[in-house]
């Protein structure tokens, strides 16, 4: 096989074999670069029905884009052999990693963290790994955790007799039996049922505790002994003092013999792990100066969602009687409040941003009291958080998170989160009709949340009033100089007026806060492709955070990178359906992928975005006219016809005002 060729692949080396097939570090010869191809021939012993099969779930995992998860390129088959050609990844298996002992606490739950996120990511797609075990895990040498074979374990292995499960240790190789790794596989897998997300689950509490004890949680000494120890005997968990004892009920919860006893969602893993990761100690309200809530968005206005009270500026509640620390009217009920404010401690801030452990912390205090109005607009705000950063494509949240306003306005018709949460949403739906109106009612309530006022100048950016978007957002920023997002709507105000030196100032100085903060990264980026500066773009690119890759609202930015630096195939993939189907939906988004189009000469695609986003409101006039990336249409007849149609619109506009103080 050395120096051979298959398809466009010279094969260069071999470095490694399973029982699915050799796999060779190789180059691809139209790319000109080096992959991993994994062969699959008679050493699988698969027919050509399983080799179908394994080319199906291979394509099908390809679709998959986390910073945890091989990239699979593409499967096919050459010469009568059946090939995967996959990302070469370098470094070592997470097994060959674990010595006598276990790894550092620390190190473990890291990695396990990581690999949530990856499962996450592949569940929510659809994709089970049904083989997830240490030696699946490849750790780069920067430290970040790989998963391989994502979705190729899934049928690779079944048969249409399936239902009997292996007699050794090592990965199934044989048609007709399960697919996994006996050590690893989960008690209704043994039991002959079907593999879920909740069987990759199991198989992560198996990782963890093989990272953290050096040895499996079930064992024995022949097959049988292994398989009753997985069906009956409950998990000794770790005992070292080390092992911070809030990992116990994790570890229990993931390795549940019922299935319905465990974690439901990867999500939630990777949230409690979180919770309790050395290092990440929560900050005492009293401490901290600060609250909020943020998307990493990174779109052409870069809008952010958050909720922000300076208890240092306003240390007096607002009128009406007690508050939360928010501004927010409490429950009757103590322990809803104490809740309340547990939850703002994942708000970000001197603490940590973690909406999902946020809103689960705020789904305990409704449940204490049903009418609390301000737990429920919270839970509305994770909701509109999660669509407009793109952690999710699905757009109905924002309906849900507007029902829940309404719900939480019925209980208490001045709780100005609640009227925040409707202005935000009315915003990123192309109503801008009805913003300020709720942005009026929230700030009678609340005058004192930075938030709010913030609603204002992006309202007006995207009316194309910028005169009065830089003069709110220089109001507020002046007010709140450490509320970054309001730093943040500022920097891309003056990008798009043409000041990329302002605006680059602008996220800089949020960056001196949080050297890898998302959104300002993205901006940064953002500023440096307008000035040409494409190397410091992808360098603040690469800064980000691996959690915030695969937000679909910066898998833009990431697309107008490639763009730019020529890479037309891999811009494309970057921006597949999933995105533009988020990037459809929200008023921030279509002349960002307009851009895209333009730059990669698809004036026909581009025409058709740029008239989307005009149609739901985005008039921004003088942008269009200054945009660089719209050079290759900017004389095209159509885009001359849309932006007078921009241009009439907001001449019919009365002319723009302020609601804030």
């Not at 490694?16 to 012993?45: C, F, H, P, S």
């Not at 040895?215 to 005992?239: H, M, N, Y």
Request: charged share 25%; proline share 6%.
């Amino acid at each position: 096989m050395i120096g051979r060729t298959l398809a466009h692949y010279e094969i260069l080396e071999k470095i490694g074999a399973g029982g699915m097939g050799v796999v060779y570090r190789a180059r691809d010869t139209n790319l000109r670069r080096e992959v991993a191809i994994k062969v699959v021939g008679e050493q699988a012993q698969l027919d050509a029905s399983a080799r179908g099969r394994l080319l199906r779930e291979a394509r099908t995992a390809s679709a998959l884009n986390h910073p945890n998860i091989c990239t699979i390129y593409e499967a096919g088959e050459a010469g009568g052999e059946t090939y995967i050609a996959m990302e070469l990844v370098e470094g070592q298996p997470l097994s060959a990693m674990i010595a006598r002992g276990g790894l550092p606490v620390e190190v473990a739950i890291r990695y396990a963290v990581q690999v949530a996120g990856a499962l996450a990511h592949a569940h929510d797609r659809g994709v089970v790994h049904r083989d997830l075990k240490c030696a699946n895990v490849m750790v780069t040498p920067e430290g970040r955790p790989k998963v391989l074979d994502f979705g190729l374990a899934k049928r690779a292995m079944e048969a249409p007799g399936e239902g009997e499960a292996t007699r050794t240790e090592d990965p199934l190789t044989k048609a007709g039996a399960i697919a996994g790794t006996l050590a690893y596989m989960a008690p209704e897998v043994l039991s002959g049922h079907r593999a879920d997300a909740r069987s990759d689950l199991w198989a992560l509490g198996v990782m963890l505790y093989h990272s953290l004890t050096g040895t499996l949680p079930f064992r024995g000494k022949t097959t049988f002994e292994i398989t009753s120890a997985i069906l009956r005997d409950p998990v000794a968990l770790p005992q070292s003092g080390a092992t911070p004892q809030s990992l116990s009920p994790i570890l229990q919860r993931l390795l549940a013999k019922q299935p319905d006893e465990r974690y439901q969602r990867a999500g939630e893993v990777r949230a409690a792990l979180e919770a309790i990761q050395p290092g990440a100690q929560v900050v005492p309200p009293s401490r901290r100066n600060w609250f909020w809530v943020a998307a990493a968005a990174v779109t052409v206005t870069a809008a952010a969602v958050w909720v922000g009270i300076d208890r240092q500026r306003n240390p007096t509640a607002p009128p009406g009687g007690p508050r939360l620390s928010d501004g927010n009217r409490p429950s009757k009920n103590p322990e809803a409040n104490a809740y309340y404010e547990k939850a703002m401690l994942f708000a970000g801030g001197g603490a940590r941003h973690d909406p999902m452990q946020m809103r689960r912390m705020m789904e305990r205090a409704l449940e204490l009291d049903a009418k609390f109005a301000a737990a429920r607009a919270m839970i509305a705000f994770t909701q509109m958080l999660l669509a407009m950063s793109g952690a999710s494509k699905d757009q109905g949240l924002l309906y849900n998170a507007q029902e829940q306003a309404r719900q939480a306005l019925k209980d208490d018709p001045d709780c100005s989160l609640a009227h925040s949460v409707l202005a935000g949403t009315y915003l990123i739906q192309g109503r801008k009709e009805l913003v300020l109106e709720e942005v009026t009612k929230a700030l009678l309530t609340n005058e004192a949340d930075p938030a709010v006022h913030t609603w204002v100048p992006m309202l007006h950016q995207m009316n194309g009033d910028y005169g009065q978007a830089l003069s709110e957002a220089k109001r507020i920023t002046a007010r709140w100089p450490l509320f970054w997002p309001a730093r943040l709507g500022l920097g891309e105000v003056l990008r798009e007026q043409g000041d990329i030196a302002g605006a680059i100032r602008e996220q800089e100085g949020i960056l001196e806060q949080d050297t890898q903060l998302g959104a300002a990264l993205a901006c940064l980026a953002l500023a440096h492709m307008d000035a040409g500066e494409l190397l410091k773009a992808r360098q603040a690119l690469e800064r980000m955070r691996p959690a915030e890759r695969p937000a679909l609202r910066g898998r833009l930015a990431w697309a107008r990178l490639l763009a730019l630096e020529h890479k037309r195939a891999e811009a494309l993939r970057e921006m597949d359906s999933d995105v533009r189907e988020f990037a459809g939906a929200q008023i921030f988004s279509p002349t960002a992928v307009a851009e895209i189009y333009a730059v990669l000469g698809d004036t026909p695609k581009a025409l058709d975005w740029m008239d989307r986003g005009i149609r739901m409101g985005d008039a921004r006039e003088d942008w269009f006219r200054r945009n660089p990336h719209f050079a290759t249409i900017r004389d095209h007849p159509r885009f001359q016809q849309m932006l007078a149609s921009v241009a009439y619109q907001r001449k019919q506009r009365p002319p723009a005002t302020s609601t804030t103080r």
